[in-house]
Structure formats: C-alpha cells, structure tokens
C-alpha cells in the first residue's frame, strides 16, 4: 500500500514568488492534514480537511496561505507571495478517523525562501 | 493553551545502556497522546496512541507508559538502529490537531 506522498521534496524560491505542495493521502484516508517545522522549533499544526471540506484552519499562518483539496483526494498548499520566514519543512498527514487514531505522515517538503 | 516539553533534548546512549525520555504535558481534556519516531530527511513514524493514565503499550525495545501529567518512553537494549528523533505529541477533545514537542533526539552507538 502506498504511503502519503509529497511533491517536491525540496524547492528553493525567492522571496515574492509563489510556491505549491502537493500532497497525495493513503487512498480511502478522508482526514488529511498539514503540518509545518520551522528551524529549531517543534512542528506546528496548519490545517485539517474533512474530505473536501476544511474542518480546521486555526494553524494558517496568514492569508498568503491557501490550501485545497478538490474532490477530497490529493491536496495542494499555495504559498503567494512567499517570505523568508516562511521558510521550514512542511509535512502531510492523513488518517481514516480524526478522532485520536494514527496519522501517517509523508517525508515533507522543505521549503527554503532565499 | 495546550503543551507539551520533552526531555532531555539530546541523549547519547551505548548499545544496551537502557534508559527512558520524557513527556510533560497540560492539555485541556486529553483525547490521546501519540509517541512518533522521525529518522533525518523523513516524515514522522507513529509508534503509539495512549489514550488513559496507567496504560502502557510495548513494540519490540520500546515501552511507552502514561500519567496524568506525563508519559515515558522506555527503551530497553538499545540497538544503533533505534538512533532518531522521537517525538511526543497530544490531542485534545476540542481540537482536530495533534499539538507535539520539540523531540529528543537519541544517539545509541555501538
């Protein structure tokens, strides 16, 4: 069975432009979540979809951030436009059941604006 | 607010030396804590869910154990392959996210 797969791995961006991950869940996982670790400090909640349907996005940092998730398969994260801060390596996770069950991540995106 | 600190940050063990890391937290109803491993360049890997205090769960070299205010994790013999970060994280009942610690990352040379 695949795992969740993230795309890129690494991406190297000037401040300004506009970056987007992509994250393809374990296949039947309705509970997709993206998370973010920036240097130094430990990994920090971004948002959570339901399906298609965004269930929690108290972790984005702000409203260059956009996430989606058409037809509640894969995911994308939109950073526009992006700044050094926002800088870190930006994980994916999904889940068959949101309720305290085990969430599988995929190896990140690192994510360096220069 | 919800929190969780590790402890120690860093840890060096020899092969077989046995010992336990630390997770502290305050969480506002706790739903579960999780222990995930992460090698480098990896995403994290989930080992436990413990979701009550006094219960325990065990997989191979590692014991993971859970109090009111915190849960340990036990390694036992450990080998060089059990070297990575291992990180503890909470959820809370009003919450959809796992909040985590800062990890300790474990050394074990041979």
């Known amino acids: 069975e695949a795992g969740v797969t993230q795309f890129p791995s690494h991406s190297v961006i000037e401040k300004g432009q506009t970056v987007t991950l992509r994250c393809d869940p374990i296949?039947?996982?309705?509970?997709l979540y993206w998370y973010r670790r920036v240097m130094g400090k430990e990994i920090k909640f971004l948002l959570h979809?339901?399906?298609?349907?965004?269930?929690?996005e108290s972790g984005m940092p702000n409203n260059r951030f956009l996430a989606e998730r058409t037809g509640g398969t894969y995911s994308t994260l939109k950073v526009q436009p992006a700044e050094l801060e926002d800088s870190g390596v930006y994980f994916c996770?999904?889940?068959?059941?949101?309720?305290?069950?085990?969430?599988?991540f995929g190896q990140g995106t690192r994510l360096t604006v220069v | 607010e919800d929190q969780v600190t590790q402890s120690p940050e860093a840890l060096r063990l020899q092969e077989g030396e046995s010992s336990s890391l630390n997770c502290s937290y305050t969480?506002?109803?706790?739903?579960?804590l999780f222990w995930y491993r992460q090698d480098p360049g990896k995403g994290p890997e989930f080992l436990f869910t413990?979701?009550?205090a006094g219960e325990e769960k065990e997989k191979e070299r590692l014991k993971a154990t859970l109090t009111k205010k915190e849960s340990f994790l036990h390694i036992t013999a450990p080998k060089p392959e059990d070297s990575a970060t291992y990180l503890c994280?909470?959820?809370?009942?009003?919450?959809?996210?796992?909040?985590f610690g800062a990890g300790t990352r474990l050394t074990v040379k041979p």
């Open positions: 996770a999904s889940s068959q059941e949101w309720s305290a069950t085990e969430a599988f």
């Open positions: 296949s039947g996982h309705d509970n």
């Open positions: 979809f339901v399906k298609e349907s965004k269930q929690d």
């Open positions: 969480v506002s109803g706790l739903r579960g």
């Open positions: 413990l979701y009550s």
């Open positions: 994280a909470v959820q809370a009942y009003n919450n959809n996210d796992m909040r």
